[in-house]
C-alpha cells in the first residue's frame, strides 16, 4: 500500500497542468491515434490549459487590489477559510485514496463498455470533488472502507450527470465532443441555476430582460465588445473600492486582457482535444456500435471561455464579500471564497443560457449557498481535515464544504444522527 501510496503521490504531484497532456495522450493511443498525433494532441491541450491558467492567475492578480480593500473591513472572524486548493491537495492523503484513483478509472471504463455510459473523464486532479465527501464520511463515521465506497459513487454520478448535460455544454460552449466531469457544480450550481431560472420565468418583467454579450456586442458595437466590457467593469470595480488612479487603469486593463485571453487559451486546448473527440467517436462506434459516442469529461475551467462567465465574475466578487456582514453569526471572511466564484458562474451561464441578468442572479444566489454552508458546517469541515495530512489549529472551513452537495448532505446527516 506504501507504494502505491507513493506512486500515485508522485502523480498528483505533477499538477493538472504536466497530468492532462500526459493523460489526453494515453487516451489518444487508446483511440487508436499515431503516436505523434497523440503527443501533439496532448501538447495543445497542456498549452492551452496552461495558459488558462495563467490567466485566471492574472484574473486573481488584477482583483488583489479589490479584496484586500474588503479584507480589511473583515475583523473579529475566528474560523480560518483554507482554500479550496489546500483542502483539494490534503484529500489525497486520506488512507484509501490511492485505491481510490485506480477504481474510479475502472468504474468508468466498465461503465462505458457496458452500462452505455458516454463520458470518459480524464480530469483526474478534480478526483478531489470525490475524494473530500469521502474523507468527512471516513472522519464523521470512522468508516474508512464507506469513504472509499462514497468516494467511487459520486465519480459514478458525476459521469451520468456529465453525460446529461453534454449536449448542452457542447453547444452553448462551442466545446463539442466534451463535458464537464467537476462533481460540485454539475450536481449543484447548475440545477439550482435551472430552477432560479424557472422561477424567473414566472416574475413578470423580469421575465422578459434578455441581456447577453452577443447582444451587447451587436447593440453597441465596438463598446459591447468583450475587451471594452472588461475595461468599464474592471474601472467600476477600481473607483467602487476606492483605488488610485493607476490602480483603477490597472484593473480595468487586467480585465480587459482576461476577457480576451481565455477565449484564446481554450481554442488552442480544442486543437488538441477535437483529434481526440473524432478518433473516439470513430473507436467508440467500432467497438460497441454505430450509435455509441464518447465525451471527453473536463474541468469546469474549460466554460471560462465565455465572456460572459468572467463578466459574470467581476460583478459577483463585491456582492459575495458583502456576504461575509449580512450571514448570521459568519465567523470567516471569504477572501479565498473569491477564488471559485469564475468557476460558480459557469453553470450559472450555462443554465441561463447566456442570459447576463439572469446570471448575476444565479451566482450571486449560488455564492450566498456556498458561503452560508461553508460557515454552518466548519465543525464537519474541522473534523475532515483532522484525518488528513495536514495538520490545523482552530476552526477551518472552505467553500468545499458549501458548493459540494455531497459534503452538505453528509454533514446535515451526521447532525442529525447526533455525531
Known amino acids: 500500500m506504501n507504494v502505491l501510496t507513493t506512486i500515485i503521490q508522485t502523480i498528483i504531484n505533477m499538477g493538472a497542468t504536466a497530468l492532462l497532456p500526459v493523460m489526453i495522450c494515453i487516451l489518444g493511443l487508446v483511440f487508436g491515434m499515431k503516436i505523434g498525433e497523440a503527443i501533439k494532441a496532448g501538447l495543445f491541450v497542456g498549452i492551452g490549459f496552461q495558459g488558462l491558467v495563467l490567466t485566471i492567475n492574472l484574473l486573481t492578480e488584477t482583483i488583489k487590489p479589490v479584496t484586500e480593500y474588503y479584507s480589511k473591513m473583515g475583523g473579529g472572524f475566528t474560523t480560518t477559510d483554507l482554500g479550496f486548493a489546500t483542502v483539494g491537495a490534503a484529500s489525497w492523503t486520506v488512507p484509501f485514496a490511492p485505491l481510490a484513483i485506480p477504481l474510479i478509472i475502472l468504474v468508468n471504463i466498465a461503465l462505458i463498455k457496458w452500462a452505455k455510459c458516454t463520458v470518459m473523464n480524464v480530469d483526474i486532479w478534480n478526483y478531489i470533488h470525490f475524494l473530500i465527501p469521502g474523507a468527512m464520511i471516513y472522519a464523521l463515521f470512522g468508516n474508512a472502507w464507506l469513504g472509499l465506497i462514497v468516494t467511487v459513487a459520486l465519480s459514478v454520478v458525476s459521469l451520468y450527470v456529465g453525460q446529461k448535460i453534454a449536449p448542452k455544454w457542447g453547444n452553448y460552449f462551442g466545446l463539442e465532443g466534451t463535458t464537464c466531469t467537476t462533481f460540485s457544480y454539475i450536481t449543484y450550481m447548475y440545477p439550482l441555476s435551472w430552477a432560479i431560472n424557472k422561477l424567473i420565468d414566472l416574475i413578470p418583467g423580469l421575465n422578459k ?67 481526440i473527440g473524432n478518433n473516439a467517436s470513430v473507436f467508440m462506434k467500432k467497438h460497441i456500435g454505430e450509435d455509441a459516442e464518447v465525451f471527453i469529461g473536463m474541468d469546469i475551467a474549460l466554460g471560462l471561455g465565455d465572456p460572459a462567465c468572467v463578466t459574470c465574475t467581476a460583478i459577483c466578487i463585491p456582492i459575495t464579500i458583502l456576504y461575509a456582514f449580512i450571514i448570521p453569526n459568519m465567523s470567516y471572511f471569504p477572501v479565498p471564497l473569491l477564488g471559485i466564484v469564475c468557476y460558480t458562474s459557469v453553470m450559472c451561464v450555462l443554465a441561463s443560457k447566456g442570459n447576463l441578468l439572469r446570471s448575476i442572479i444565479c451566482t450571486a444566489v449560488s455564492m450566498f449557498l456556498i458561503a452560508f454552508f461553508a460557515n454552518l458546517f466548519t ?36 447532525r442529525l444522527l447526533g455525531i
Open 209 to 275: 430582460v434578455d441581456i447577453s454579450m452577443d447582444k451587447l456586442q451587436n447593440k453597441l458595437g465596438y463598446f459591447g465588445d468583450p475587451a471594452f466590457v472588461g475595461l468599464v467593469v474592471g474601472l467600476f470595480l477600481g473607483l467602487l473600492t476606492h483605488q488610485n488612479f493607476q490602480t483603477v487603469v490597472t484593473i480595468g486593463m487586467g480585465l480587459a486582457a482576461v476577457l480576451v485571453l481565455i477565449p484564446r487559451m481554450v481554442t488552442i486546448m480544442m486543437e488538441g482535444l477535437t483529434p
Open 379 to 414: 465543525p464537519e469541515a474541522t473534523a475532515m481535515m483532522s484525518v488528513t495530512g495536514l495538520k490545523v489549529s482552530g476552526m477551518v472551513t472552505d467553500g468545499f464544504f458549501g458548493n459540494n452537495i455531497a459534503c452538505i448532505v453528509i454533514s446535515t446527516i451526521s
